[in-house]
């Protein structure tokens, strides 16, 4: 008997880096993408963010979506963590 897989969480933390003078356009373009929260932004253009996903897959799609976002310069993973059972996380 096949038993229901497991729900799964992937976690990552990005710094985002903003071009230039693109800051306000890279946060504009992160608010609409879902399971991204960012923590903190610089003046610089730093961005600090971490994305919630079903998979390791949906993550680098969006990973590469971010990263084509107008404004941002490059995203860095800093993070990464695979949760097999997200309802026993303390």
């Given at each position: ?40 932004a610089s003046a ?47």
């Open positions: 008997m096949l038993t229901p897989q497991a729900a799964c969480l992937d976690v990552s933390g990005l710094v985002i880096y903003a071009a230039a003078g693109g800051a306000a356009q890279a946060l504009a373009g992160l608010a609409g993408i879902g399971g991204l929260t960012v923590h903190a610089e253009g730093k961005i600090v963010a971490t994305l919630e996903t079903p998979d390791a897959q949906r993550s680098m799609e969006l990973f590469e979506r971010i990263g084509a976002l107008p404004g941002v310069e490059s995203v860095a993973l800093v993070y990464h963590q695979i949760e097999t059972d997200p309802d026993q996380e303390i």
